[in-house]
């Protein structure tokens, strides 16, 4: 069974710029979730989805950024205009009501 | 909001020494989860507790929920080269999604 996927792995961008990550979840998890690591800091919540639904989006932390989940399958995480705090490592997470799986994570620098 | 402390921030040990992590919560926690991440890696869940008192082993590592279900431990027995990486303890809130401490890194040296 394939695991969470992200992509990219890994991305570069200036400040200002825009960047859409993407998130494929375990297939037949209705739960996926979104997760930030800052460097040195702990992995902070930022949303959480119920197939195509938003059932908690308390972590997100401004308007810059914008996850979706049409179809209730893969989601993006948008982030306009990117700002130097930013950066770090962007983790999803799928599950079916018990563990979390993570995947690889997106990490994101901007400069 | 919610938080849980986790301490060392980093421990580095000789590899056959043993090494604990541990986190802490000023409230009840409904259950502790325990995930390992290996550098450049991202998080693997290890194991659940939800029982005050509770204890549970896998190999050289033991969990311990504490019986005001306010602490944990992880315990390493033994520490190998492959056990390198960061320990999160979270909590597990249901309907959201999980609150993490803030790992501890361990290193092992051969």
């Known amino acids: 069974e394939a695991g969470v996927t992200q992509f990219p792995s890994h991305s570069v961008i200036e400040k200002g710029q825009t960047v859409t990550l993407r998130c494929d979840p375990i297939?037949?998890?209705?739960?996926l979730y979104w997760y930030r690591r800052v460097m040195g800091k702990e992995i902070k919540f930022l949303l959480h989805f119920v197939k195509e639904s938003k059932q908690d989006e308390s972590g997100m932390p401004n308007n810059r950024f914008l996850a979706e989940r049409t179809g209730g399958t893969y989601s993006t995480l948008k982030v306009q205009p990117a700002e130097l705090e930013d950066s770090g490592v962007y983790f999803c997470?799928?599950?079916?009501?018990?563990?979390?799986?993570f995947g690889p994570g997106t990490r994101l620098l901007v400069l | 909001g919610q938080q849980v402390m986790q301490i060392p921030q980093y421990q580095h040990v000789q590899e056959g020494e043993d090494f604990t992590t541990y986190c802490n919560s000023s409230t009840t926690l409904s259950n502790i989860q325990w995930y390992k991440q290996r550098p450049g890696g991202h998080p693997v869940f290890l194991i659940q507790?939800?029982?005050?008192?509770e204890v549970k082993k896998q190999k050289r590592l033991t969990f311990q929920f504490g019986e005001a279900k306010k602490n944990s431990s992880l315990h390493i027995t033994a520490t190998q080269t492959t056990d390198v990486g960061t320990y999160f303890c979270a909590e597990y809130q249901a309907g959201t999604a999980l609150i993490f401490g803030k790992g501890t890194t361990l290193s092992v040296s051969s």
């Open positions: 297939s037949g998890h209705d739960n």
């Open positions: 997470a799928s599950s079916q009501g018990g563990t979390q799986y």
């Open positions: 507790l939800v029982k005050s008192g």
